[in-house]
């Protein structure tokens, strides 16, 4: 009686401990998919270096009272436009979902990016990899992005090596909880210093690509910004490619604006 006591008190221990609470998510991506919908094609430059905004690894860990990012691209970083952080090219964006309420969260996203996120992946907090000054990222949300900036965080120090790029922030500036039961969705865009209209630093997607604009969208708003994201069960595994070209469908009206804006939804740890 008492072993089997026992043993139904630490099964009940055992239901109650999330699988995988170790603090740390280590999601992948498949490569060659950074086309966003399927069609989406490079500017010309060749600072646009083949890979540049390929996606392939994306790990978030806490370390005490602070959450470590790491983001692995396709290729290794460069810094042509001597930003002085070890890259230039890329901007990252990793919106998490610390509550998993559907309902509960933002479901839009900041200027520039064209997306949205359905009720059931609204998101609590997004974190901003840039290579610009952590004052200027600040300034651009301030005025571009006022309802959504309490819940947005730059890090103060982001930097690149290698093929990834990396930065830590306060958990605190988080929320509570533990990153292996975050929904997280990671978006991949370009950095673009001198940005288009109401554009939160990034950069256009147009019809026909250009020196410094991605083609293969169209010219208007209706399309998504977003290059490469995390998809399906977020393994790595090829099919992942077609439920990131799912997932970025859209629709244009005539006008150029969005009739149905591409909606994104996070992806979690496997069991
Ligand atoms: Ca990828
Ligand atoms: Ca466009
Ligand atoms: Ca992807």
């Known amino acids: 009686m008492k072993t089997r006591l026992a043993s139904l008190t630490l099964a009940a221990s055992l239901l109650s401990l999330p699988a995988f609470a170790d603090g740390k998510v280590t999601l992948k991506d498949p490569s060659g998919d950074d086309n966003g919908p399927g069609t989406y094609k490079y500017p010309t430059d060749t600072v646009y270096k083949k890979g ?53 969260g933002h479901t839009d996203s900041p200027p520039g990016l064209n997306v949205q996120f359905a009720p059931a992946s ?5 974190v901003i ?8 990222v600040k300034k651009e949300i301030e005025t571009k992005a006022a309802g959504l900036k309490g ?10 090596a290698g093929k990834k790029i990396s930065a830590s922030v306060d958990a605190s500036l988080l929320g509570a909880g533990d990153p292996s039961q975050w929904g997280i969705q990671v978006v991949v865009q370009s950095n673009e210093g001198f940005p288009a209209g109401n554009d939160l630093l990034t950069r256009k997607v147009n019809e026909y690509e250009g020196q410094h604009r991605f083609g293969g969208g169209h010219d208007g708003e209706c399309d998504p910004h977003a290059i490469d994201l995390l998809a399906g069960s977020a393994k790595g595994d ?34």
């Not at 990899?129 to 200027?136: I, K």
């Not at 077609?242 to 969005?258: I, P």
Request: some cysteine; aromatic content about 8%.
């Open 52 to 104: 540049s905004f390929d996606l392939t690894e994306a790990s978030i860990e806490k370390k005490g009272n602070k959450v470590d990012f790491n983001l692995t691209l396709a290729t290794n970083l460069e810094d042509p436009w001597r930003m002085g952080k070890g890259f230039a090219t890329q901007m990252i964006f990793i919106f998490i979902d610390t509550d998993g309420k559907e309902g509960s």
């Open 122 to 126: 609204a998101w609590e907090k997004l």
């Open 129 to 136: 990899l840039s290579p610009q000054e952590t004052a200027r």
């Open 151 to 160: 819940d947005i965080v730059v890090p103060d120090r982001t930097k690149g």
């Open 238 to 271: 090829p099919s992942e490619v077609k439920a990131q070209h799912e997932m970025l469908k859209y629709e244009c009206a005539e006008d150029g604006s969005a009739k149905q804006k591409a909606t994104l939804t996070m992806v979690r740890q496997s069991k």
